[in-house]
Each structure stands twice: as C-alpha cells, then as structure tokens.
C-alpha cells in the first residue's frame, strides 16, 4: 500500500511563497492522480488542485488559481504544490492523496476518490 508523506509547510506572510513536496513509498504511485486538500480550523476538507498520472490533466480550486502550481516528478514519485502570494485564508493543514483507480486521464475533485492520505503539513499565512 503506498505510504504518502506531505512536506514544506510552515509559518509566511501574506504574498510569501511555499512549496509543499508529496513523496511516495512506493514506485506504483506513478500510476495514480495524486490530489491535494486542506482544511482549516473548524472547516470541511476542502479541494485544491489534483494532477493527473501523466501530469497531462491539472484541475486547481477557483481560490487557488493562478496562484498554485501543481506538478509531479514520477522519476522521484514525488508530486509538488507551488503557493505563490499566499493569503491568510490559505492558512489550513494540507494533505495529499491518490486516487483509488489508476490511470485516470481526467482527474477527480471529489475527496471521496481518493485514499492513502498522508499525516498532513502546516500552513500558516500571517497578515
């Protein structure tokens, strides 16, 4: 079973960047859209941006678009999210996940697609 590990995350001000790294333990992840998802305090998980397996589909939440950047280095089965001008709304625990089918060409927003979430990372956004 692939084991997820978020990384990256911490404490920036508002318009900073951070870059949030996903690994993988396994080599089989590189057949699977991998989402990325937060959630705030006293918020439901919500979506923010999912690549597809190939990193040829990339689907981002409308709060997050042209600020997020998602991509993925199947060579070192790692996916990235980008955050560039960060606010403090983006302030949340991020997670990722994979898709539970393989080889999905249109990726999926829907949280419920997903499994082998990873422990999460903090992100912190001060005004």
């Known amino acids: 079973q692939v084991q997820l590990v978020e990384s990256g995350g911490g404490l920036v001000q508002a318009g900073g960047s951070l870059r949030l790294s996903c690994a993988a333990s396994?080599?089989?992840?590189?057949?699977?859209?991998v989402g990325w998802f937060r959630q705030a305090p006293g918020k439901e998980r919500e979506f923010v941006s999912a690549v597809s397996s190939t990193g040829a589909d990339t689907k981002y939440a409308d709060s997050v678009k042209g600020r997020f950047t998602i991509s993925r280095n199947n060579a070192k089965n790692t996916v990235y999210l980008q955050m560039n001008s960060l606010k403090p709304e983006d302030t949340a625990v991020y997670y990722c996940a994979a898709d539970r089918r393989p080889y999905r060409v249109v990726v999926t927003t829907t949280s419920g697609e997903y499994g082998n979430w990873g422990q999460g990372t903090q992100v912190s956004v001060s005004s």
């Open positions: 396994e080599r089989t992840f590189r057949n699977y859209a």
